[in-house]
């Protein structure tokens, strides 16, 4: 079996010996059956008092709780096959591997007609919960039963795909012998921990992450998790995005959900910064809905509902445009099921090393016809007073290759 299988089996496994312990009083075994080919070895798990107890190949031990669920998966990856059966009072719960296939099945084991549902494994995730968990119990998306939280489920799926499409980027800018990601409006940085991960734990890559925030608290809140994470190639920094100048050369520029401007300072300073990557899902959209006008839309625009829609895609599609115009080859997509969160547009820009006339001509043009000042140019220009103007000193250090 290899190690993706392995870890949905583990995903099950782990809830499992949750309940073992919930319910002890009714518990009865865990029966482990490896196949490889006609043979068949079995393990199996029962409570001694409060120790638990495993007998395999004839040997039989005290195992920690903690350690069962690796102990199980570690040896599946020698077999072809599993079948874990958890047997109570009453029920029976079986983690199946046939064929390349893991199915889940609840059986009512009280002599009545079994009743079986098979719980279909949806989109797998690229960093599944059951292998990060002590990320994702620390960072708060786990509860003590090693769920997800309830309140946590979409975001999980908002980082989870943010980090799957991370993935193409990466390999589009090339190998690195480290990565620096640059996260904007970090916030409790949910999102640079899980891609940490993903890139350190699994892709075994050496990568280092600034998350950048200007609230205090979410800024000591990531620290502190890094520092129980032990996690030290992460550092935290409290600062106003429009003033920020990275201490090193960054390869990405990540953010999600920067509120309305918030996403256009990070587009500039991954501008700047000469970022290869700049991958941005954007929030709230405002700054464009305050200026534009368009007399020949003013049929749809005098319904501000539409006015306020027809914003939100003229902001992006500004903000790709201007990409395009200093270089940055652009998709937008649709990232995630507006039923997980409406602000689900991604833009991913790579930096392709040449200036667009055509697409600067296009932007020019829309500006005008809008009557509009985009926000990613006031904050590159230094026409918003607040401006990225610090990082003109610190140019030459950095440049667009
Ligand atoms: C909606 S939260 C998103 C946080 C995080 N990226 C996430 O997805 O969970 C927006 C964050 O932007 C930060 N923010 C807004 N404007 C900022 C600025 N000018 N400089 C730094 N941080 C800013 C806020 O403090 C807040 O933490």
Not at 23 to 49: H, M, Q, R
Request: hydrophobic share 40%; proline share 2%; charged share 30%.
């Amino acid at each position: 079996m290899d190690k993706k299988t392995v870890s949905k089996i583990r995903l099950f496994l782990d809830g499992l010996i949750l309940r073992m312990e919930e319910n002890k009083p009714f518990f009865s075994d865990i029966t482990v059956v490896y196949k490889s080919g006609t043979k068949d070895f079995t393990a199996l798990i029962t409570y001694e008092g409060d120790d638990t107890v495993l007998d395999y190949q004839a040997v039989r031990k005290k195992v920690e709780k903690a350690e069962l669920c690796d102990i199980i998966c570690n040896e599946a990856l020698k077999y072809d096959d599993v079948n874990i059966s958890y047997n109570e009072r009453g029920a029976r719960i079986v983690i199946n591997h046939e064929r390349g296939k893991v199915s889940l099945k609840h059986e009512d084991n009280t002599g009545n007609k079994l009743q079986q549902s098979v719980v279909k494994v949806g989109r797998e995730y690229v960093v599944n919960p059951a292998i990060a968990k002590d990320l994702l119990s620390e960072i708060g998306i786990l509860a003590k039963n090693g769920k997800i939280k309830n309140d946590k489920i979409r975001k999980y799926n908002q980082i989870d795909y943010f980090v799957e499409l991370m993935q193409g980027v990466l390999k589009e800018i090339g190998e690195r012998d480290e990565y620096v990601i640059l996260d904007c409006a970090c916030g409790k940085s949910y999102l640079s921990f899980v891609l940490n991960f993903y890139l350190r734990d699994v892709l075994k890559k050496k990568c280092s992450f600034i998350g950048v925030d200007y609230s205090d608290v979410v800024i000591d809140a990531s620290r502190r998790i890094a520092k129980n994470l032990n996690y030290n190639n992460m550092e935290f920094v409290k600062a106003d995005l429009r003033e920020y100048v990275p201490p090193k050369k960054v390869d990405a520029v990540i953010s999600l959900h920067a509120c309305d401007v918030a996403t256009d300072m990070a587009l500039a300073l991954g501008i700047r910064t000469g970022a290869k990557a700049i991958v941005s899902v954007p929030c709230c959209h405002k700054d464009i809905l305050r200026q534009y006008s368009y007399e020949p839309f003013s049929a749809i625009t005098k319904h501000g509902i539409l006015k306020a829609r027809l914003a939100d895609t003229l902001t992006d599609g500004l903000r790709a445009a201007y990409l395009e115009s200093v270089g940055y080859k652009v998709s937008m997509i649709e990232y995630i099921s507006p039923l997980e969160t409406p602000k689900n547009i991604m833009i991913r820009a790579v930096y392709k090393g040449k200036a667009n006339e055509e697409s600067k001509r296009q932007y020019e043009a829309l500006k005008r016809m809008l009557n509009v000042n985009p926000a990613i140019e006031r904050f590159l220009d230094g026409t918003d007073k607040t401006a990225l103007k610090s990082l003109v000193k610190d140019w030459d250090n950095f440049g667009i290759d």
